[in-house]
Nanobody
Framework: QVILKESGGKLVQAGGSLTLSCAAS????????LAWFRQSPGKEREFVSA????????YSADSVKGRFTISRDIAKSAAYLQMNSVKPEDTAVYYC???????????????????WGQGTQVTVSS
């Protein structure tokens, strides 16, 4: 079992930066993929970015490429989402998710992930 807890969400002005953190506990060594998703009011949850926990390979949605960077610290069992040049459309609840599945993944599919955090609110003002 893996328990995920996000933190770092806040109110930020457009063009600003912030870093979200995802702390993993339980059996974090079983994680194969760690991802960030987000959900705005009235919209479906959407993929933001993912990484291979052990290899470090990264994947990002086109909407955040060049602005958001995913990373992880295995020793701390933590993952991060560095968000730069934020826009009002980045306003959402951000969730981290973990997949324990081995082999190939469809990184942007919600169904790929076994565990989810509670989410952290990011609000970008214009």
């Amino acid at each position: 079992q893996v328990i995920l807890k996000e933190s770092g969400g806040k109110l930020v002005q457009a063009g600003g930066s912030l870093t979200l953190s995802c702390a993993a506990s339980g059996q974090p060594f079983k994680i194969n993929i760690l991802a960030w998703f987000r959900q705005s009011p009235g919209k479906e949850r959407e993929f933001v970015s993912a990484l291979s926990w052990h290899r470090g390979t990264k994947y990002s949605a086109d909407s955040v490429k060049g602005r958001f960077t995913i990373s992880r610290d295995i020793a701390k069992s933590a993952a991060y989402l560095q968000m730069n040049s934020v826009k009002p459309e980045d306003t959402a609840v951000y969730y981290c998710a973990a997949s324990l599945k081995s082999g190939s993944h469809d990184f942007d599919r919600i169904s790929e992930y076994d565990y989810w955090g509670q989410g952290t609110q990011v609000t970008v003002s214009s």
